[in-house]
């Protein structure tokens, strides 16, 4: 089984920046991709970015040039750099992990962007 937990949310006004951290846990992990999706309230859940074990990255267009996703594969780790927030970015933002057998969710961290 593999465990996952997520930090780092939080209020923020408009253009500021917060920073999520995942972490996961277990055995056998064999990691192929880790990311962030979020979901707003009364929206769909969405990919917000994602990173492979190579370090290839892909963002939703609403978040390119904003948001950067890294990751420490030797902490099994994954971060989301988020700047130059904006209120639409207000969600629970949840982190996936996904290896050979299943994808793995971590209950989600809430970020609310308002004055």
């Known amino acids: 089984q593999v465990q996952v937990v997520e930090s780092g949310g939080g209020l923020v006004q408009p253009g500021g920046s917060l920073r999520l951290s995942c972490a996961a846990s277990?055995?056998?992990?064999?990691?192929?991709?880790m990311g962030w999706y979020r979901q707003a309230p009364g929206k769909q859940r969405e990919l917000a970015a994602v990173i492979t074990s190579g370090g290839s990255t892909n963002y939703a267009d609403s978040v390119k040039g904003r948001f950067a996703i890294s990751r420490d594969n030797a902490k099994n780790t994954v971060y989301l750099q988020m700047n130059s927030l904006k209120p639409e970015d207000t969600a629970v933002y949840y982190c996936?992990?996904?290896?050979?057998?299943?994808?793995?969710w971590g209950q989600g961290t809430q970020v609310t962007v308002s004055s």
């Open positions: 996936y992990v996904r290896n050979y057998i299943s994808d793995y």
């Open positions: 277990g055995t056998d992990l064999s990691i192929r991709q």
